[in-house]
Nanobody, 132 residues
């Protein structure tokens, strides 16, 4: 049984930073495409960042230059470093790992697809709240 467990969310002031983590267990294949999506109240889910098995990353425009996605496959962990946070970054953040089997998607393919059903496994989410 595949499980994704996120942590690191919280409440910060605008301009602050948070680092999200996601530990993956029970996954059958190695190095799937992974990413983070978020959903704010009244808004659609959106892909925030994705990273593929080669370490190639992609980001939605609103977070470029502020967020950094990374992975440590030895520890089965995905990270999202979020700097210069704004109230518009508030929402529930979910870790996503692509369904197998290989071949896996590229990061660019994943960014648009992973917020939709059928792409991959989701964690339970971690809340990020940024106060102005």
């Amino acid at each position: 049984q595949v499980q994704l467990v996120e942590s690191g969310g919280g409440s910060v002031q605008a301009g602050g930073s948070l680092r999200l983590s996601c530990i993956v267990s029970g996954y059958k294949w190695s190095s799937p495409c992974m990413g983070w999506i978020r959903q704010a109240p009244g808004k659609e889910r959106e892909g925030v960042a994705a990273i593929d098995r080669d370490g190639i990353t992609t980001y939605t425009d609103s977070v470029k230059g502020r967020f950094t996605i990374s992975r440590n496959d030895a520890d089965n962990t995905l990270y999202l470093q979020m700097n210069s946070l704004t109230p518009e970054d508030s929402g529930m953040y979910y870790c996503v790992a692509e369904y197998g089997p290989p071949p896996f998607a590229s990061a660019l393919q994943a960014l648009g697809a992973m917020a939709r059903p059928g792409f991959g496994y989701w964690g339970q989410g971690t809340q990020v709240t940024v106060a102005s």
